[in-house]
Structures are given as C-alpha cells and as structure tokens.
C-alpha cells in the first residue's frame, strides 16, 4: 500500500478500508454471507455452495482472513472457517455513525 500513503491516515480509516476493500467482490459477500447462513465453522463445504473453482474459493477465503472478517482454524487435513465478529462490529459501528450522522442531517442535504 506504498502509493496510497496509508501513514498519512488514521488507524481506524486504514482498518476500515481494508474491511471495505474485502468485500468489494461478490464473492466474498457470497462466502461471508454464507458463513452466517450456518451458523458455525465450515470445513470445506463454501466450495461446493460457490460457482468458484476451489482456488479461487481458497483465494476469497485468504483474502477475507487478511483483512480480518473471518478466522480460520485447523481441523485435522481441513481450515475451518467461521466470521470473526470483532471486525463485523467495528464496520457495524463505522456505518451506524454514518446513519446517525444523515438522520441529523436529514434537511440539510444538497
């Protein structure tokens, strides 16, 4: 992220671009949307419920546990894969002072 000077920017601002930049593909809403579809850690099975192949499926995955949306753990052979919700609550949290701040706004826009 060298070109983009992230050192010029808060700590929260880079954290949230990198939950946002995650989930700019629709795959990886796909997947975390599935992970909370079941309710649990899921060994494998994301690549069957996906029109991915399974490096691309294994792709997503890295992808999100980078940034920090999902955890994955070891179970025998497999990675089992379950939403991580201290980075869902902080995006919670960034969107709902969105919300808070256009409902007092509501009059006031261009």
């Known amino acids: 992220m060298g070109a983009t000077k992230t050192e010029h920017f808060t700590e929260k601002q880079n954290q949230i671009a990198i ?3 995650a989930l700019g593909h629709p795959a990886r809403v796909a ?4 992970l ?3 309710d649990t850690c899921i060994c494998g099975d994301i690549v069957n419920v996906l029109p991915l192949a399974q ?3 294994s792709q997503h995955l890295k992808e999100l546990k980078n940034a920090g949306l999902i955890k ?3 179970e025998g052979n497999a990675i089992c ?6 980075a869902l609550k902080t ?4 969107f709902a002072a969105i919300s808070s701040h256009l409902e007092k706004k509501k009059n006031n826009c261009c």
Do not use: F, H, R
């Open 19 to 21: 939950l946002a930049k």
């Open 31 to 34: 997947i975390i949307e599935y």
């Open 36 to 38: 909370m579809s079941v």
């Open 55 to 57: 490096p691309t499926v």
């Open 72 to 74: 994955g753990n070891i």
């Open 81 to 86: 894969y379950c939403i991580d919700e201290k």
């Open 91 to 94: 995006l919670q949290s960034y």
